[in-house]
């Protein structure tokens, strides 16, 4: 039996593959009516059995202030979410913006547009509005244009 021999210069490292010794980071948005829920157990579960490094808010003691969370959301690679609150949908909204990848928990899918125009519906029912916006204005410049569009329904 003759092998052939393979030129390895034909061989080039493809530059777009993720590190296998990088982290991938996701963030676990979900409603504080979940929390140490047999339903959070279940979803840390699923998110531990993809090999992901989980930041979930329960537990991280950052306090009432959205903006904290956002920071969080800002330094993952991925969200994965459940839930409906405003609270959700403002950090699913913040990751779009973002350009970041958004997976429901409940279709195990990425986000679709109608998922993301009914938490854009829930978002756009809320009293944070201009405050939100003058944060994002401030903290994250680079995806104010997107965020605001997203919440006008723009980007749907």
């Known amino acids: 039996m003759k092998t052939e021999r393979v030129n390895a210069q034909s061989f080039k490292p493809d530059i777009n593959i993720i590190s296998i010794n990088k982290p991938?980071?996701?963030y676990y948005s979900h409603s504080i009516s979940y929390y140490n829920t047999q339903q959070e157990k279940n979803d840390?579960?699923?998110l531990r059995s993809k090999k992901f490094e989980i930041?979930?808010?329960n537990g991280l003691g950052l306090g009432?202030?959205?903006?904290k969370y956002?920071?969080?959301v800002e330094l993952c690679d991925a969200v994965w979410y459940r839930g409906d609150t405003i609270g959700v949908a403002l950090e699913v909204i913040t990751a779009l913006a973002m350009k970041k990848p958004v997976y429901s928990l409940k279709t195990r899918k990425k986000i679709s547009r109608s998922e993301i125009a009914y938490l854009v519906n829930i978002y756009q029912n809320n009293a944070f509005i201009g405050y939100?916006?003058?944060?994002?204005?401030?903290?994250?410049?680079?995806?104010?244009?997107?965020?605001e569009?997203?919440?006008k329904g723009e980007m749907l």
């Open 24 to 26: 991938y980071y996701i």
């Open 44 to 46: 840390l579960k699923f």
């Open 55 to 57: 930041i979930n808010p």
């Open 64 to 67: 009432k202030e959205m903006y």
């Open 70 to 72: 956002l920071f969080k």
């Open 132 to 147: 939100d916006l003058a944060l994002f204005e401030k903290v994250f410049p680079y995806c104010c244009n997107a965020f």
């Open 149 to 151: 569009r997203l919440i």
